[in-house]
């Protein structure tokens, strides 16, 4: 079982940066893929990045591609979304999740067993 906890979220202006965290507890997720998701109010779960389990891989949605980059300490069990130049469009509460070790990596919020609670971004224009 694998415990997340997402933390860096909170407010910030249009074209500011923060950086989220994605603390793992309870297993090692060096094993394992690692991807964030948002959800704005009255929206679907949305796709933002994934890494593989060893950093080879990476993915991004178009929407964020240039301006967030995603990455991993398997020794501090961690994953840090940095989120730069940020739109009032990015405002959502964003998600960490991580998959079971058949999975490479994955878009798909459905090949992900174990999530976080979420931190909430907001950007303000």
């Known amino acids: 079982q694998v415990h997340l906890v997402e933390s860096g979220g909170g407010l910030v202006q249009a074209g500011g940066s923060l950086r989220l965290s994605c603390a793992a507890s309870?297993?090692?997720?060096?094993?394992?893929?690692v991807g964030w998701f948002r959800r704005a109010p009255g929206k679907e779960t949305e796709f933002v990045s994934t890494?593989?389990?060893?950093?080879?891989?990476?993915y991004y949605a178009d929407s964020v591609k240039g301006r967030f980059t995603l990455s991993r300490d398997n020794n501090a069990n961690t994953v840090y979304l940095q989120m730069n130049t940020l739109k009032p469009e990015d405002t959502a509460v964003y998600y960490c999740a991580a998959t079971g070790t058949e999975v490479l990596v994955s878009r798909q919020p459905l090949h992900y067993k174990y999530w976080g609670q979420g931190t909430q971004v907001t950007v303000s224009s």
């Open positions: 309870g297993r090692t997720i060096s094993d394992i893929a």
């Open positions: 890494i593989s389990f060893n950093g080879e891989v990476t």
